[in-house]
C-alpha cells in the first residue's frame, strides 16, 4: 500500500531527483571540507566528515573468535565471516566513536578493549551509556537531536530492528536501536540509518533531512523461523531510493556475520534490475567511497 509519504513524493510535493552521477550532486553553498566512508566490516565504518573522524559501530574481533548469533539462521558459521581489512591501531585512531546499539555484531569485547577508554563515545541511551561506563569509559555522552561534536550535529534518528510483528514476537531480543544524521554547513548531509528495517522514523529522517547520502544496514539478516528479515533488504532500499531518489544510497552490514543473507552482488543486480543502480554503492570490506 502507497504511504501518504510515498504519495507526496510521487507528486512532487516532497523531494526532487538531481542527476544521477554522485560527481555532478549539488554541493553544499560552501565549499566541502571532507567526506569519505571506508566500509570496515559488517556495521564498522570509518567516516570522516567536516574534518572530523568517526568509527561507527567497531566490531574488532578476529575472525571466527565466536560462535554464531543463537536463534539465527546459520548459527553453526562462526563469526566474524571475514578478517579486518586493517590493523586495529589503525582503525581505532579517530576522534570519537559512535555506537548505535550494543549487540555484539556492532560492540564486541576486542572494541571495548581496544579503544582508549578517555575517547568519546556517543551511544543512543541512559541504559547503553551506564553499561558501557562499566567497561571502562570516561567520556559517554548520549545522542539526541541536538547532539554535537567538534563542529558537527550528530541527531539521533530512531529506528526499529524489525517490523512489527516481528517487534511483537522478538523485540525484548532486538532491543532499542537508532540511527545518526551528520550536518555541518560546510558538508552534505549523512544519514546513518543503523540496524533499522523500512518504517516512519527512516521516511520521516529522509524528509527532513534530505540526506545527499543515506547508509543503510542492507544485509537482510534473518532469525530462524521468522519470514521477514531484522535488517534491510532489497524490497526496502528500494523504497528509500523511491522516497528520496536524489540520495545516494551506500550498503553496509553485509557478508559479515552469519545471519546476513543478501549479498553485494544480489543487491546491486536487484538495482540495475530496478533502475537505481547508479545511486547504490556497496563497498566492498576495506573500500572507501570519497564524495
Excluded at 516532497?14 to 569519505?36: I, M
Excluded at 533531512?209 to 539478516?221: C, E, K, M, S
Aim: charged letters at 20%; glycine letters at 6%; aromatic letters at 6%.
Amino acid at each position: 500500500m502507497t504511504t501518504r509519504r510515498e504519495f507526496f513524493v510521487m507528486s512532487g510535493m516532497a523531494l526532487a531527483s538531481t542527476a544521477a552521477s554522485v560527481e555532478a550532486e549539488d554541493r553544499p553553498a560552501q565549499e566541502s571540507r571532507s567526506l569519505d566512508i571506508t566500509q570496515i566490516r559488517n556495521a564498522t565504518l570509518r567516516i570522516n566528515y567536516a574534518g572530523v573522524r568517526f568509527l561507527v559501530d567497531p566490531m574488532l574481533s578476529e575472525r571466527h573468535s565466536w560462535a554464531g548469533i543463537k536463534g539465527t539462521v546459520n548459527s553453526e558459521e562462526r563469526n566474524p565471516l571475514v578478517h579486518l581489512p586493517f590493523a586495529v591501531e589503525e582503525l581505532i585512531d579517530v576522534d570519537a566513536v559512535i555506537i548505535t546499539h550494543l549487540h555484539e555484531d556492532h560492540w564486541d569485547a576486542a572494541a571495548q578493549s581496544a579503544l582508549p577508554k578517555a575517547l568519546p563515545l556517543f551511544v543512543q541511551n541512559e541504559e547503553d551509556a551506564a553499561i558501557i561506563s562499566t567497561q571502562g569509559f570516561s567520556d559517554v555522552r548520549i545522542l539526541s537531536k541536538n547532539s554535537e561534536f567538534n563542529g558537527v550535529q550528530l541527531i539521533k534518528i530512531d529506528g526499529q530492528h524489525a517490523n512489527d510483528a516481528t517487534y511483537e514476537a522478538i523485540g525484548a531480543i532486538l532491543g532499542k536501536v537508532c540511527g545518526v544524521v551528520f550536518m555541518h554547513a560546510d558538508e552534505r548531509t549523512v544519514y546513518l540509518a543503523g540496524d533499522t528495517v523500512w518504517n516512519e522514523h527512516v521516511a520521516d529522517a529522509l524528509i527532513e533531512y534530505r540526506p545527499g547520502v543515506t547508509i543503510l544496514n542492507a544485509g537482510y539478516a534473518k532469525v530462524a523461523g521468522i519470514e521477514d528479515g531484522i535488517l534491510m533488504g532489497t524490497n526496502d532500499v528500494a523504497r528509500v531510493h523511491k522516497m528520496a531518489p536524489e540520495t545516494v544510497i551506500v550498503a553496509s552490514h553485509m557478508e559479515a556475520v552469519n545471519h546476513c543473507t543478501l549479498t553485494r552482488a544480489q543487491l546491486r543486480t536487484f538495482a540495475r534490475a530496478n533502475g537505481f543502480a547508479d545511486r547504490l554503492l556497496a563497498p566492498g570490506d576495506g573500500e572507501t567511497i570519497t564524495f
